[in-house]
């Protein structure tokens, strides 16, 4: 797998120049789950973002009695794992891997060695994750509106 052509195709790295993406490249962690592997749990501390190469996550949500809910399915070059970056707290949600699928990982570490070194890419990549945060918020807003 040729990380730089993975990272180019998702929308979170939009903009930047090769050199970023080249050293968000060596920085990233090819990780691989199987059918049914769980990523991260939800309520877990989130350190880490995942970039899907191939496969599939669903986004499941457990409710006050313990069941579960699908609440997104994601394909690659989807991004997940982002929110606990930014805000800190505990997963949102349970990611389950659909089929066999690959991801790159960039932990917050990365992301902040990254910073040092490439200031403007770094606010790029916050631009684009809020940009995805946006998107996802526009469409759950629908979803809810539908409901009503």
């Not at 659909?98 to 992301?111: F, P």
């Not at 916050?126 to 629908?142: D, E, F, Y």
């Amino acid at each position: 797998m040729n990380k730089v052509e993975e990272l180019q195709k998702s929308r979170l790295f939009e903009g930047l120049l090769p050199e970023e993406i080249e050293m968000l490249a060596e920085l990233t962690q090819h990780r691989k789950f199987s059918r049914e592997d769980v990523v991260f749990e939800q309520g877990g501390v989130g350190d880490s973002l995942y970039l899907l190469v191939e496969g599939a996550v669903d986004v499941v949500r457990k409710r006050d009695d313990g069941a579960e809910h699908v609440i997104a399915a994601l394909d690659a070059p989807d991004f997940f794992g982002e929110m606990s970056l930014i805000d800190k707290e505990y997963r949102s949600a349970t990611i389950r891997a659909k089929s066999e699928t690959t991801v790159l990982c960039l932990t917050n570490e990365n992301l902040h060695s990254f910073a040092r070194v490439y200031k403007n890419g770094f606010t790029l990549v916050v631009i684009n994750i809020a940009r995805v945060l946006s998107t996802r918020l526009r469409k759950t807003n629908q979803k809810l509106l539908e409901k009503m």
